[in-house]
């Protein structure tokens, strides 16, 4: 598929598409190591992933760039250069302030230890200013048929267009491979203390 085609299938989003991009996030993600790790046998709780996407989603629609298929079947976040600390003003706005009520204590507390830990691998990654790839989904029956690839495509002209690098992380040892095909490398490769959860950080130096 070429890059023009790429660009006409993909549109940027806003907090208007909240409901929708959410449920498409929270099917994508419903086997994810990372989420199964915070939220664990209360993953399926009604609502749990849902409020999680629905939060995640409005932080990064508010300070970053999402995007989606003109199909509606997966959605890409990413923040810019100025943008990639969270801190408590967008924790506010997006909602995610409420997390230990809606999370629960002990998912609250495991996920309080994966930031603290991939913070600081990201941290220690990156030297200068660069975009930060949060969430590439795409729904299950759509997937391996390019969707991602879309997505991609179009974050990283944008990331290409402003001469910036480019940092993500996974925790599916499935996704690296992925990445590097868009000139990503691993520069962290380590297991997160207390759960077995492990992380791949990975940066895409500017082109």
């Known amino acids: 598929m070429s890059t023009e085609s ?18 498409i996030l929270e099917q994508a993600f419903y086997t994810d190591p990372m989420l ?31 995007f989606s298929t003109a199909e509606k079947d997966g959605v890409l976040m990413m923040l810019p250069p100025d943008q990639t600390k969270i801190t408590i003003g967008k924790m506010y706005k ?29 941290k220690a990654a990156t030297s200068s200013d660069h975009y930060y790839i949060m969430t590439v989904g795409v729904l299950p029956e759509r997937q391996g048929i390019g969707i991602g690839k879309k997505l991609m495509t179009k974050a990283l002209e944008i990331v290409d267009a402003h001469n910036m690098p480019c940092y993500l992380e996974t925790q599916s040892k499935n996704n690296v491979p ?24 990975m940066l895409r130096q500017k082109r």
């Open 36 to 66: 199964n790790f915070i939220y664990g046998d209360k993953i399926n709780e009604p609502g749990k992933l849902n409020w999680f996407f629905r939060v995640t989603f409005r932080l990064a629609a508010l300070y970053g760039e999402c």
């Open 6 to 23: 790429n660009k006409a299938a993909v549109r940027r989003l806003t907090t208007k598409d909240t409901d929708w991009a959410s449920k």
């Open 178 to 201: 992925i990445y590097q095909r868009f000139g990503f490398e691993v520069v962290s490769d380590k297991e997160i203390p207390k759960g077995g959860l492990h992380n791949w950080g």
């Open 94 to 122: 997006s909602g995610l302030l409420a997390a230990p009520f809606k999370m629960g204590w002990a998912s609250f507390s495991r996920s309080l230890t994966f930031m603290d830990f991939v913070e600081k691998e990201h």
